[in-house]
């Protein structure tokens, strides 16, 4: 299954997740080498989860990432398009009251405006359709003065650094996944739709086109990550 396929057929997109939810978080620690750990905990410092917060984590698959937003005090809405990936989810966080899991598309949320203090989805925006679709609709959500952040796949700007990685995209990654995955033909679409990504800032540009201002990146793991950050502003600004 190939990106261009994935783009015209929406539905292929839940599929496919659904068919690797079992085994999820393991084949991500897998191919990660163990730094989903890392991104994830600098995600969650810039979010700034605080006691009483509401905070949307699009895309958010089993819930992992809003698990550790939600133990920082917020509530954490965890949507994912995927029913498979909610059913783990729901499995593996019963019990945490902090943590709800809602159905949706990243094109079309179903929330109100300005409902959300903060937020945040974490390699999830290449897999939607349109980017630029699913940016409007955070901007929408988020509550004048309120915090997107954003963790997704980059551009290494050393050369020698995008090369060893997309070597180890086309070469390594491939074998890891048939050892770790419950499903390893649906991530031969992984590698290609990181590879199809823009740099960070191009991403920053789409952002502040999307509306959010004081947009700002940092690159984690030399540049093969990307921690975007930007607020909506507040009437006036």
């Known amino acids: 299954m190939n990106k261009a396929d994935l783009t015209k057929k929406p539905q292929a997109v839940s599929a496919m997740f659904d068919q690797v939810s079992t ?39 089993t819930g992992t990432s809003s698990a ?7 509530h954490v809405v965890a949507a994912d398009f995927s029913p498979g990936m909610i059913e783990v989810g729901k499995r593996q966080q019963a019990g945490n009251r902090n943590v709800e899991f809602v159905q949706a598309d990243g094109m079309d949320l179903p929330f ?21 679709v699913a940016l409007k609709e955070l901007y929408r959500v988020t509550k004048p003065g309120g ?5 997704e796949f980059s551009k290494p700007p050393a050369k020698l650094v995008r090369t060893g990685y997309f070597t180890y995209l086309n ?25 199809a990504w823009p740099d960070q800032k191009t ?12 947009v700002a990146y940092k690159n984690l793991s030399l540049g093969i990550v990307a921690l975007h950050r930007g607020i909506k502003p507040r009437t006036g600004q």
């Open 23 to 61: 085994h999820y978080d393991r084949t991500n620690a897998v191919l990660s080498v163990g730094n989903d750990q890392l991104w994830r905990a600098a995600t969650v410092r810039a979010v700034d989860p605080r006691p009483g917060d509401r905070i949307l984590d699009l895309a958010a698959g």
């Open 68 to 74: 550790a937003l939600a133990a920082k005090g917020a």
């Open 147 to 151: 915090r997107i952040v954003i963790c």
């Open 203 to 214: 991403l920053a540009e789409w952002m502040r086109v999307a509306g959010f201002s004081r």
């Open 171 to 195: 070469k390594v990654m491939p074998t890891l996944v048939k050892l770790a995955s419950s499903n390893a033909e649906a991530y031969d679409y992984l590698g290609d739709s990181i590879k």
């Open 112 to 132: 109100a405006d300005d409902e959300f203090d903060a937020v945040t989805i974490s390699f999830g925006l290449r897999n939607i359709v349109d980017p630029h």
